[in-house]
């Protein structure tokens, strides 16, 4: 069958079994809003849920498959160690929501020990990724309910009406917990409760603290996919928006604030001048910068904190064998 936007457009995409695709991604007005308030502001800042068109969502794929990028393997393989475990405590015939999808290996490697699990709704702000991950569960599990919904998760969504007897579970690996404040994840937590709903289950992908030079390598790799990534985001700004950055006047810097706890992504103009949004002309200084992106950094009990104020136990927490990542399995408070 077809998948259907909420517009009614019919897309000439086959699917092997029944997918729901609700379409709630940001319009123009909104993205060229929020890049306007990002770049007029001091520090300038961008939004980094739009590193993920088409092009940036392969690159971070590549960069996941990098040496120095610890973050996948290390959670990869951590999951698979422990998903028999994790099948046991979230038991038969669970909903399952990931927040974030890609090309999601990771939710395939939890689907696979799950007891009869009854349904999945994947989401996520690219669309391409986002139809071949449904696609492609839906062939692999030919017996779960699957749902598509494009949105920015990160503001509040809706799943479509879910089917199971079990566990609503929220899925959130890869560290992206990490790329937002503290204050934000507390919000954001509250709001996957609204999700999962009274004793629902939220198994989450956190980067735990760790020596400052593994933190540089990762986002300062040597192939210069990080950087292509970062620099991606004027590419599209300059096609989605018609923004006048010039590509070669910008480059990619990563810095690791331990004061914070935090890995910065920037862009650093290389001289003076100037790049037209629409009707505004936006100077930079030499050596000025665009804010991208945070990769916040957690100790186990200072996660577990910002958990409980938004309203979960913290039931179980593994990490890798050098206690570079963690997942936590969290409970709502009833």
Known sequence: MYLRLNDGLIMNYEISKTAALEDRRPDFDKMMSEVREGLLATPKTLPCKYFYDEKGSDLFQQICDLPEYYLTRTETSLLTSIASEIA??????????????????KMRIVLSALIEPESFTAVDISEKHLLTATKALSRAFPHLKVHAVTADFAKPFTVPAMTGTGLRVGFFPGSTIGNVTHEEVIEFLKGTRKIVGPMGVMLIGVDLKKDVRILRAAYNDSQGLTAAFNMNLLARLNRDLGTTFNLTQFSHDAVYDAELGRVEMHLVSHTEQTVTLGRDVIFFRKGETIHTENSYKYGQNQFKALSARAGYKSLMVWTDPNACFGIFFLQAEA
């Open 88 to 105: 046991e405590l979230i038991g038969p015939g669970s909903q399952m929501i990931e927040y974030g999808t890609g090309s999601s290996k």
